[in-house]
């Protein structure tokens, strides 16, 4: 094989000599997105087997933090538009072979769900809010209507739960000129972190020891899953393309090393279901709230990471020599 060194003196802002037009706001989208689908999964679920009682955070509180996620994620999706005036376009119009045009319309649908879901716990999951809203002939029919069609809705929130988590990954994964976010595996492994997430978010919540010890085994088995899933991501990497397997250099005794392994793989991934074993024994003490707060730190550094590892990686290696000094010396600067 030849090798062949590139050298240029483009200059182009967010784009050499790395691309880097996701910024933080496209981060915390997609963690607030998959905190969104994970509550949407997990309320449905208990709704519609009947066990809104006994799992009373999940059923009736968890819709909330639900749509607050959800509207900070649009919050943090305006911000990064950069033509903010014509905002609504991105939701008004429809472009089949756009990616992130599906995207905005399923937001559309998720919201849609997610405030119904809320709606109809919102007497018993929070009546200080209730309270007010029943005051009002629109209000009292907003709450019974959204309680009459709960079970329905549940079933449309799992659907659109699980769609929108792989959307997260599939947006991801569409980005075939960035090797190390081109894996298969991104959208299943958006979905389990979505899903853990919302199940660290019950464990911080809940009060109740049965609902509890549920979401205690159910996040081990999801970090469980977590880890293979990562596992078998990075292996799919190291077996794919030159570019793909070059695309893991980063984290392999590159600049991402420390950050990948000490920051996010240990404390995000391995020490939390270290803790959520010991929670499986069915005792846990106050100490153990640190576990679902690494999982929500975990779920935002896995996103922080496959955006910036994506968008460092290339299928186009060049030096760049531009020089600004070239332009004054031109008397074009």
């Known amino acids: 094989m030849r090798e062949e060194i590139l050298i240029t003196v483009r200059d182009n802002y967010k784009i050499d000599p790395t691309v880097s037009v996701w910024g933080w706001q496209v981060i915390a989208d997609l963690f607030l997105v998959g905190l969104t689908a994970g509550a949407l999964i997990f309320a449905a679920l208990v709704i519609l087997r ?18 607050i996620s ?3 994620a649009m919050t943090f999706l305006f911000l990064k538009l950069t033509h903010k005036i014509v905002f609504w376009r991105f939701f ?5 072979t756009a990616v992130m045009s599906w995207g905005a319309w399923l ?18 999951g929070y009546p200080s809010l209730a309270s007010p809203v029943e005051k009002f002939g629109i209000g009292r029919w907003a709450l019974n209507w959204a309680e009459r069609i709960k079970r329905p809705v549940a079933w449309a929130s799992v659907v659109l739960g699980v769609i929108i988590a792989f959307y997260t990954g599939t947006l991801m994964t569409s980005m075939d000129a960035r090797p190390f976010s081109s894996s298969g595996l991104m959208a299943p492994l958006f979905l389990v972190s979505g899903l853990a997430t919302a199940a660290a978010v019950v464990l911080i919540g ?23 899933l990562l596992a078998l991501t990075l292996a799919n990497l190291a077996n794919g393309s030159q570019q793909q397997i070059e695309s893991l250099h980063p984290i392999f005794g590159g600049d991402y090393t420390q950050l990948f392994w000490l920051f996010f793989v240990i404390p995000g991934l391995l020490v939390p279901l270290v803790i959520e074993a010991f929670g499986l024994r069915g005792k846990r003490p106050a100490w153990m709230i640190i576990s679902p707060v690494l999982v929500l730190y975990g779920a935002y550094m896995l996103r922080q990471l496959f955006v910036d590892l994506g968008q ?22």
């Open 107 to 124: 937001l559309q649908l998720v919201i849609l769900a997610i405030l119904l879901l809320t709606l109809q716990g919102l007497r018993k």
């Open 92 to 96: 008004g119009a429809f472009v089949p």
């Open 70 to 72: 959800i509207g900070l």
């Open 312 to 333: 460092v990686s290339g299928y186009i290696d060049y030096v760049n020599t531009y020089n600004p000094a070239l332009l004054d010396l031109l008397g074009m600067h």
């Open 206 to 228: 809940s009060r109740n020891a049965e609902e509890r010890r549920l979401f205690t085994g159910t996040l081990f088995g999801l970090l469980a899953f977590k880890v293979l």
């Open 50 to 67: 009947g066990k809104e009682e006994t799992f009373d955070f999940t059923a009736k509180r968890l819709p909330l933090i639900g749509l």
